[in-house]
């Protein structure tokens, strides 16, 4: 590769991206946090204001800091977002998109979008492209895309530079290499960001690895930090059945937000409190524990996910993230089947590396680099002709020989076998104090987790043996919004079509869970929902759109329980998914299954499914809430105990907004009961002088729902 461009100024480097293609810009950058938002700024002003040159921008989860839908929230968040986000810079883009402000000659066109955000919004739902995570690179390519930009985090100046992609060595490599390889002209640009957490492994680039490297101090900026959502009883009971199904010595996916912090608190649970953690599933478990594993994590887990989230460092403190893997699939399945019975270093490994013919003897230059790769032998063995040299210590290569092969035991083996992996990522995405964990911890354990290709992580195609033998017992744990009687689920769009998020690598995960022989699949959701349409049921006899089709179907988790469903006959698919549903929609659930003849003419909905009910599952839940098993914080929130009792506040007031009868409910009982609300709280939401009867009137309703 050729030395970079090393650019001081970001708006040097915008002239230069501008002097060096003479047409239209498609710019491919990184989705969530690895965006350089000050460059794309900078870029995207230059162009808006040049109606001569055209922008477009591939990318995915564009986000900014939140910002309230009503006077209220507006009042409230002013602080709390100043404190969280810092200097944190909102995409430009982003803002304008979500305002239906784009100027006409810059389109953004995204494959996966911040949750809900874009519903209804013109702009974002035409230019949505529908992909799987593992063909990103293809498609960013297929849109003409001619720079790439990318945050990175840096160590070390001058010779002694080094890059790190961080958050993102996802689609970085693969695109870079699929462009390069097809002749399509790419300039790529690093941008420093010397906040970004510095990953070793997978991440590390040299600066040659960028066309353009922009040292602008401006580049640097505060990672946008998602703060903990409150884990409610409902997340807690989906989390639990999750992880008791979780196999000990396995490998572990699981997603970002409520739902993965209480699979992660469930897990901590399950391991530090056995004892309570049996009595809580008892409890909602109707048909019993058995096929559940309810045990500690001796040997530990492997985490391979999309996404590296706070749940999984959480696991990887409290522990059960520990499960090391090896890039050597040989060394791996003998580490698996018990050939290789620890990862301590003995002359058994040795033996049994010749035995399976991993390494021959006499050993070759080859056997010798693997053995020190792994940490065999030691990292200063070296072979001279047939001898093996270490400190002037010498032997013979040829391990048939017993005195050299003692001689090489005695003297050249190291202790432990090096090279493990805990955790492998392709992105990454969490609070603050998640980044701040990954800049200050200490290198010999931020070498166990490895931020890598998407296409490593999301399919089993290339190195699939190794893919195998690393992800035994795997448990691909997905969100969906809806799933029908029949199996299929939407997890992305609505009936009409209108996009909610994206596809993401869910149908990589549902792939890979039926393609390695003891994975499993668990799709998890809300019994209900509830919106201004009022209360509906995610399980319904079908639906307008499907993101997972019937015949992938595997195992479905709601508050009230498990559906195994993979391999089983419609009826029994729909027996089994209509007593994990909420009771008041059973009724009709079963009403239309016999209408289509799926289900037999005298089925009734056994009794003991008959209360799944969100009331029955709070008793059921509450006494382990109150003995701090199931806190609705796990891993700690950035609010303080005023904010969140606010925050409690205008949630069940912005809640009753949407349904007329609650609001009057919830009107009569305050305006009855007169309580008021400190008076710090009123100033914190512009309520401390209630200037109109409409203030008066929210401020009243406001201090009844404290």
């Not at 309230?68 to 002013?78: A, N």
């Not at 409902?234 to 912090?261: E, R, W």
């Not at 929609?585 to 079963?590: A, R, Y």
Request: charged residues 25%.
């Amino acid at each position: 590769m050729t030395q970079p461009l090393f650019i001081d100024s970001l708006e040097a480097a915008v002239d230069h991206v501008l002097d060096t293609i003479p047409g239209d810009i498609v710019l491919g950058i990184p989705l969530a946090v690895g965006k350089p938002n000050p460059f794309v700024n900078a870029l995207y002003r230059r162009i808006k204001a040049n109606p001569a040159r055209k922008l477009r921008i591939i990318t995915a989860l564009s986000l900014i800091k939140p910002v309230g839908k009503s006077d209220l929230e507006q009042h409230f968040l002013e602080p709390l977002v100043e404190r969280v986000f810092a200097d944190y810079p909102d995409l430009e883009y982003a803002v304008d998109l979500r305002a239906h402000a784009l100027p006409p000659n810059i389109e953004v066109r995204e494959f996966f979008m911040k949750t809900g955000d874009y519903i209804g919004n013109e702009a974002a739902q035409l230019n949505y492209i529908s992909t799987n995570y593992t063909f990103v690179a293809r498609d960013m390519a297929v849109q003409g895309m001619n720079v790439i930009a990318q945050a990175v985090g840096v160590q070390g100046e001058g010779e002694a530079m080094r890059l790190s992609l961080s958050s993102n060595p996802d689609v970085a490599f693969e695109v870079i290499e699929k462009m390069r390889a097809a002749g399509q002209p790419l300039m790529t640009i690093g941008v420093i960001n010397k906040k970004m957490p510095f990953m070793p492994n997978g991440a590390e680039v040299g600066p040659d690895f960028y066309d353009v490297v922009v040292t602008d101090p401006a580049g640097t900026h505060t990672v946008f930090g998602a703060p903990n959502n409150k884990v409610s009883a409902a997340d807690y009971a989906i989390g639990l059945h999750a992880s008791s199904l979780v196999a000990d010595g396995g490998t572990l996916q699981i997603g970002i937000g409520s739902l993965g912090d209480a699979i992660a608190q469930a897990l901590i649970v399950r391991d530090r409190h056995g004892e309570d953690y049996r009595s809580i599933l008892e409890t909602l478990a109707p048909d019993g524990l058995e096929g559940r594993e309810l045990g500690r994590f001796d040997q530990g887990l492997y985490g391979c996910s999309e996404m590296f989230v706070n749940g999984f460092l959480k696991l990887i403190e409290a522990g059960i993230i520990r499960r090391e893997v090896y890039g050597d699939t040989v060394l791996q399945q003998m580490l698996n089947d018990g050939r290789l019975p620890s990862e301590v270093v003995t002359p058994e490994t040795v033996r049994a590396l010749l035995a399976a013919g991993r390494i021959g003897t006499p050993l070759s230059e080859a056997d010798v680099a693997f053995l020190k790769k792994f940490g065999v032998l030691r990292t200063g063995v070296t072979l001279e002709g047939r001898d093996l040299v270490l400190d002037g210590e010498r032997c013979s290569c040829d391990l048939s020989d017993k005195e050299a092969f003692d001689k090489l035991c005695a003297t050249m083996l190291g202790a432990r076998l090096i090279g493990g992996i805990y955790m492998t990522g392709g992105f990454f995405l969490g609070p603050n104090d998640f980044y701040e964990r990954l800049r200050t911890m200490p290198p010999q354990e931020l070498a166990k987790i490895d931020m890598t290709r998407i296409d490593f992580i999301n399919q089993l195609y290339g190195q699939g043996d190794l893919k195998r033998a690393q992800r035994r017992k795997a448990r691909f744990m997905n969100t969906t919004m809806i799933a029908t009687l029949l199996g299929a689920v939407a997890s992305d769009a609505l009936e009409s079509g209108q996009v909610v998020s994206g596809v993401g690598g869910q149908y990589n995960f549902v792939a890979m869970a039926h393609a390695l022989p003891d994975a499993r699949l668990l799709m998890m959701l809300r019994a209900t929902h509830d919106n201004k349409d009022g209360l509906k049921s995610s399980i319904v006899w079908n639906y307008g759109h499907v993101t997972i089709p019937r015949h992938l179907r595997d195992i479905i988790i709601t508050e009230y329980g498990v559906a195994d469903v993979r391999g089983q006959p419609d009826s029994e698919v729909v027996k089994r998914l209509i007593a994990v549903a909420d009771s008041r929609f059973q009724d009709e659930l079963v009403k239309q299954a016999k209408a289509h003849g799926k289900l037999e003419r005298d089925y009734e909905v056994p009794e003991r499914y008959r209360n799944n009910l969100p009331e029955a599952l709070e008793e059921k839940l509450h006494p382990w809430a109150d003995a701090g098993l199931l806190p609705p914080f796990p891993f700690g929130t950035d609010l303080t105990a005023d904010e969140l009792k606010i925050v409690g506040a205008l949630k069940k007031l912005k809640h009753a907004t949407q349904h007329p009868s609650e609001l009057l409910s919830v009107a009569f009982k305050s305006f009855w009961e007169g309580k008021q609300a400190p008076q710090a709280y009123l100033e914190r939401l512009g309520l401390a002088d209630a200037h109109s009867f409409k203030d008066a009137v929210i401020r009243r309703l406001f201090a009844g729902n404290l």
